[in-house]
Nanobody, 129 residues
Framework: VQLQACGGGLVQAGDSLRLSCAAS????????MGWFRQAPGKEREFLAA???????????TYARSGKGRFTISEDNARNLTYLQMNSLKPEDTAVYYC????????????????????WGQGTLVTSPA
């Protein structure tokens, strides 16, 4: 699976931004897509994940840090996964990564980096103080 993340940029505090992740070589079901971010000098942290099973049931989960402000969604037919970010703050400044894993990733540990098989190159979001 190859992933391409885009949509980052320079934003002001309080702005909204939607990141996109295009996946190629991925199945249309039986997967988990996750969003992570890495701020300067910090470890990569989990933000949100979505999983779709073979019956096309979709589930999502969020880190506490982004719950209420970040929303993960997808356009399955186009192999796109989104991260809608609202009320951005300076502390949201980071490189944002999308990642792909199996359906099991969601149930075994969607917050763990090692559960994901593929990673995008990252897109930078900057929200100056």
């Amino acid at each position: 699976v190859q992933l391409q993340a885009c949509g980052g940029g320079l934003v002001q505090a309080g702005d909204s931004l939607r990141l996109s992740c295009a996946a190629s070589g991925r199945t249309l079901s039986g997967y988990t897509m996750g969003w992570f971010r890495q701020a300067p000098g910090k470890e990569r942290e989990f933000l949100a994940a979505v999983t779709r099973n073979a019956r096309n049931n979709v589930r999502t989960t969020y880190a506490r840090s982004g719950k209420g402000r970040f929303t993960i969604s997808e356009d399955n037919a186009r192999n796109l996964t989104y991260l809608q970010m609202n009320s951005l703050k300076p502390e949201d400044t980071a490189v944002y990564y999308c990642a792909a894993g199996s359906e099991g990733t969601f149930y075994h540990g969607p917050t763990r980096l090692e559960e994901y098989n593929s990673w995008g190159q990252g897109t930078l979001v900057t929200s100056p103080a």
